[in-house]
């Protein structure tokens, strides 16, 4: 297939279809149309059509797709046919709650390490991963051939841990500090502003009501 730039409206949604295709795989149910994959996930067939002839469309009009197949092709899209090895720096609440977190796991996202700069936490374990303190993660990531990194420390922090990790090798960055961090292109972000979240809920709700009251 001609490699060609894909949307991130298109690579946001493919999340979607992998988890509406799993509970779909597991329910045991073998075909599905576009226009029954619209009536679960509320996006148009047309949209869904789209989407996959992104990648190559993977049906045949009339017949459907195979969904095994599809979620099998949309888990290697999304890079889940290989695994891959984190750790967390920020052993907090939420970093604490990744790590517990086991569906991770399934999806072949392995936490190896939890990394802090707390004295008090060094030496606790979660989930039989043990805190090390932030002057260990450099030789850790390189000798657990660690692809990604999860931040979940204060943005004053942030900033520079992310040109650390950029320096150890890191592939990628998961990125809960509410800033945006500079790094070379090479160097994939995904942030995840959680306050943006609450604010778009906030303003969907706000206009909900207004849109009623006219």
Not at 59 to 82: A, M, P, T
Not at 93 to 122: I, K, M, S, T, W
Not at 136 to 151: C, R
Not at 162 to 186: C, M, R, S, T
């Amino acid at each position: 297939m001609e490699e060609k730039e894909i949307s991130q409206a298109v690579i946001s949604r493919l999340p979607r279809y992998f988890r509406y295709l799993s509970e779909l795989k597991y329910a045991g149910i073998e075909r599905v149309s576009s226009q029954e994959l619209s009536d679960i996930m509320k996006v148009t067939a047309s949209q869904i059509r789209q989407d996959f002839n992104n990648f190559g469309g993977f049906g045949q009009q009339g017949y459907g797709y195979n969904v095994e197949f599809l979620h099998n092709e949309i888990g290697k899209i999304l890079g889940l046919d290989r695994t891959h090895h984190l750790i967390i720096i920020g052993a907090g609440n939420l970093g604490q709650a990744l790590a517990n977190y086991v569906n991770f796991e399934r999806r072949g996202f392995l936490f190896r390490g939890l990394f802090d700069n707390n004295p008090d936490l060094h030496g606790k374990k979660i989930r039989g991963i043990e805190v090390q303190p932030m002057e260990s993660m450099e030789m850790f990531v390189k000798d657990n051939d660690i692809d990604i990194a999860v931040l979940t420390i204060p943005k004053t922090e942030a900033v520079t841990v992310a040109e650390q990790l950029v320096n150890y090798g890191i592939k990628g960055i998961w990125n809960f500090a509410h800033v945006d961090l500079n790094v070379p292109e090479n160097i994939q972000v995904e942030n995840v502003h959680l306050s943006d979240s609450l604010m778009k809920l906030s303003y969907n709700i706000s206009r909900f009501e207004l849109d009623n009251t006219k």
